[in-house]
């Protein structure tokens, strides 16, 4: 027999065994991300060129953030992108994927393969394309005249007005793919009699979809919110490649904010605290949907 340990607890205690078995996944954990966080918060609070030896600030560098006209519009800029790079696949996810769903669509493997194929591609080739579909000569200027639309053709990468939301829309159809995939993985777990019970009480599509559907991809709704808020707020290979945040800063956003000055006017310490602002941004966004989530579903 073993002989009990101090305190009266079996040897081996549950918690104390975790511990060891989250050790080693914790210290990569700790070296390639928390460090990395750590540096760049102490980075942050100086003025440095990446050369010279650095002066210290505090913390004047994330004051600037509030202050600067220019940096506070990177911020707005990047949440206008949630609205295309989550609000609108969203909405237009759980529309396909409703339809498909009840429908039962024959050869949904390969329907979920193209709608998914974007993402498999690499976010550099996207913009290369996309900024060939709205140059002057493109696509979209193209059809448009092709409709009789040519009073509506334009610059759109090179307009003040209408270049961030030609850079949401591809946002829009880059991840509405992912949103759509994980929505149908989700609504094909929910049970039949769900349904049947909800058309013997007389409720039509729409009202089953909000009564049944709606309620049971909470879960997913909730990971395709995270995944598609961080893919908006971290944007940067699809604005420094069609616009390079212009014209002007019309188009610019945090983590382009955090190349340009870092690797552009070697303000080191301003692009930390640029970075760090916009992962806290991030976490604190990312936290508040998970927990708003969790609270519905119990």
């Known amino acids: ?13 549950p918690r104390r065994v975790a511990y060891l078995y989250l050790l080693p996944a914790f210290a990569v954990y700790a070296v ?27 913390l004047d560098n994330y004051l600037a953030i509030v202050s600067d006209e220019g940096l506070r519009a990177a911020f707005g800029h990047a949440l206008v992108l949630v609205v295309f790079y989550a609000a609108a696949p969203l ?4 529309g396909l994927a409703a339809i498909l769903n009840h429908a039962k ?17 690499a976010m550099v080739v996207v913009a290369v394309a996309w900024r060939r579909v709205y140059a002057p000569d493109g696509t979209l200027n193209t059809l448009l005249g092709a409709l009789g639309l040519d009073s509506l053709t334009r610059g759109w990468l090179g307009d003040y007005t209408f270049a961030l939301p030609a850079v949401g829309v591809v946002g829009t ?28 009480d007389g409720a039509g599509a729409v009202r089953e979809f909000f009564a049944v559907t709606l309620p049971s991809v909470r879960g997913e709704i909730a990971v395709a919110l995270t995944l598609t808020v961080i893919a908006a707020l971290r944007t940067f290979d699809l604005v420094y490649v069609t616009t390079r945040g212009g014209p002007g800063d019309s188009t610019s956003v945090p983590s382009y904010e955090v190349y340009h000055r870092a690797f552009g006017l070697s303000q080191i310490g301003s692009a930390a605290a640029i970075g760090v602002t916009l992962t806290v941004v991030i976490f604190v966004i990312s936290f508040g949907i998970n927990r708003f989530a969790d609270r519905r579903v119990s």
């Open 91 to 94: 909405a237009i996810g759980l």
């Open 105 to 121: 669509v024959r050869g949904l493997g390969f329907f979920r393969t193209v709608v998914f194929l974007p993402q498999v591609v």
């Open 1 to 13: 027999m073993s002989r009990p340990m101090p305190g009266g607890r079996p040897p081996g205690e």
């Open 173 to 200: 159809w880059f991840e509405t793919g992912l949103v759509t995939v994980l929505l149908l993985a989700g609504m094909s777990r929910i049970p039949g009699e769900l349904y049947e019970a909800a058309r013997l």
């Open 32 to 58: 390639f991300l928390l460090y990395p966080i750590g540096r760049a918060v102490q980075l942050s609070l100086y003025d440095w060129d990446g050369l010279s030896l650095g002066r210290w600030v505090g």
